[in-house]
Each structure stands twice: as C-alpha cells, then as structure tokens.
C-alpha cells in the first residue's frame, strides 16, 4: 500500500467518523424536540445507533441511512422506544411507541 492510500483511507475513515458524531447529534436534537412537544421526557445517554444502511432512491438521492433509537417517559416512570431515521445526516421520520 502506497503512501498516497493510505492516507486516503485514513481521510475516509476520519470523515466517516466525524460524519457519524454528527448524525447522532441531529438524532439526539430531533427525539428531544419532539418528546418536548408531546410533553415526553427524553431518557438521556438512550440514544444509539441501531442500523446503518447504503439507500439509494435515484442518482440525485443515495447516501447512508441511518436508524437510531432512544427511550423516553411520559409518567417518569415507564420507559418507551422511539426511532429517529437520518437519510445522510437529514432528519426523515421520528417513530413513538403509542400506548
């Protein structure tokens, strides 16, 4: 291995990496908006990725689609999980459990 891909790969990972830090960032923004506005509490430290994907819609849309979970209350002592669905790093769905 060159001296050139190497440090290509290691740009890609790092990228990958910061990538990643930052769609958790928007997951965490987008469940603790939405479990204020339905007057739920957001359970910190609960939100973490559970699948990464490769999508691919048409040649404009394609990228990594990311599905994060989190738990939340809404009495404070029962917990629920929702999901927050990034399509590269922009907000798409937000699932809550009813009940």
């Known amino acids: 291995m060159t001296s050139l891909t190497l440090l290509v790969v290691i740009g890609l990972l790092v990228w990958f990496w910061l990538e990643s830090l930052r769609s958790r960032d928007i997951a965490i923004q987008v469940a603790r908006t939405s ?19 490769p999508y691919y819609r048409n040649p404009d849309d394609y990228g990594l689609k990311r599905t994060y979970t989190f738990d939340y209350s809404g009495d404070g002592i029962s917990r ?15 699932v809550l459990e009813s009940g």
């Open 35 to 53: 479990c204020k506005q339905q007057e739920l509490q957001l359970l910190d430290g609960t939100v973490s990725l559970q699948t990464i994907r």
């Open 80 to 94: 629920q999980t929702g999901c927050v669905v990034l399509y590269n790093s922009r907000g798409a769905s937000i």
